[in-house]
């Protein structure tokens, strides 16, 4: 907008030696009265703004928490499916449990960059929140703002603090069914398979604390999304 009002202003003066004061003044008036909002309005970001990114952070991490519940239990179908009795290659449901346990790998990675996301994401909402409520002079409103953000950054560590509690069993989970996979890729016949189910029994066990884990990690995420959404009715 600068660069115009430049080239304009510059066009105006050719010729006349000088730039006339209605040019200047006229620039300077657009500047303050209409330009000026969109010209600042990148230097910095508000507490809204910062609200926003924290809440669109958390969705998307519901979002992961979604697709690695799911993702876990097509994993155990394709392994469970291994052991089933009946005549076939092994190969085959063999394969797709590898292409399943790929998926899963995957996931649990996103989700704790998505995880990391969130957490800073939050911080950024939560220390902006702090500098700006500071600027308030009615001592009264500073203090519930205080203790309204006081409250909400409380309910916000709690997921954080959730996650990490459920990447500390899902890691392992993840570590044993590779163990399975390599195990049982290095031996894949019938008595390979029978020497694996007592460890395929443990995985089916781990993996219902993984998913009850995230499970309530995801319901606490819901309610912290509720408590931040600017949604009326909530």
């Not at 697709?67 to 392994?79: F, P, R």
């Not at 005549?87 to 996103?110: A, C, I, M, W």
């Not at 205080?146 to 459920?166: D, M, P």
């Not at 899902?170 to 894949?188: E, M, R, V």
Request: proline share 3%; glycine share 8%.
């Amino acid at each position: 907008m600068m660069k115009h009002i430049g080239k304009w202003a510059k066009r105006n003066s050719q010729g006349k030696g000088v730039i006339s004061w209605n040019v200047v003044g006229f620039a300077t008036l657009f500047i303050i009265m209409g330009g000026a909002p969109a010209f600042f309005s990148g230097c910095a970001t508000t507490g809204p703004e910062k609200r926003q990114k924290a809440v669109s952070s958390i969705e998307e991490f519901h979002k992961e928490l979604s697709k690695n519940l799911n993702q876990i239990a097509e994993t155990l179908a394709a392994l469970n499916q291994i052991g089933q009795p009946g005549e076939g290659d092994l190969y085959k449901p063999y394969h797709n449990f590898v292409k399943q346990l790929n998926r899963t790998t995957d996931n649990s990675r996103s989700m704790s960059k998505h995880a990391e996301a969130m957490a800073t994401k939050g911080r950024e909402y939560f220390d902006t929140w702090e500098k700006e409520s500071s600027g308030i002079m009615n001592s009264e409103l500073r203090a519930k703002g205080s203790e309204r953000r006081g409250e909400l950054n409380k309910t916000f560590q709690r997921i954080t603090s959730l996650a990490q509690e459920v990447q500390m069993t899902y890691q392992p989970f993840i570590i044993d069914l590779t163990d399975i996979k390599t195990a049982l890729g290095n031996d894949l016949t019938t008595r390979g398979m029978v020497s694996m189910k007592p460890y395929i029994t443990k995985a089916n066990e781990n993996a219902k604390i993984v998913m009850t884990k995230l499970q309530a990690l995801a319901d606490e995420v819901d309610r912290v999304t509720n408590a931040l959404s600017s949604r009326v009715g909530l």
